[in-house]
């Protein structure tokens, strides 16, 4: 059974950093599936934030997070990292890991302040 669970959430100011974990669980993370860190604000939809593939040697990002966040993974750890630098306000919102297509964690709420 693919379980997922998120970490590392919280409130900061503008301008601070935090660090996203997603612990995997149930496959073989090293091979199975590219992984994904999407977010949802009040009111809004949920979007992709980053993504990074299975291997770990190709990642994508959202214009609005790129140069601030990175997405990575620690294979022995079988965890995806978010770091998140240059905190915004707009980057208020609930994150979720994702692991392929249809694997989903619960989320993790990031509070930024002005």
């Known amino acids: 059974q693919v379980q997922l669970v998120e970490s590392g959430g919280g409130s900061a100011q503008a301008g601070g950093s935090l660090r996203l974990s997603c612990a995997a669980s149930g496959f073989t993370f090293t091979t199975h599936y590219a992984m994904s860190w999407f977010r949802q604000a009040p009111g809004k939809e949920r979007e992709l934030v980053a993504a990074i593939t299975s291997g770990g040697g190709s990642t994508n990002y959202a214009d609005s997070v790129k140069g601030r966040f990175t997405i990575s993974r620690g294979n022995v750890q079988n965890t995806v990292f978010l770091q998140m630098n240059s905190l915004k306000p707009e980057d208020t919102a609930v994150y979720y890991c994702?692991?392929?297509?249809?694997?989903w964690g619960k989320g993790t709420l990031v509070t930024v302040s002005s």
């Open positions: 994702k692991a392929g297509t249809r694997y």
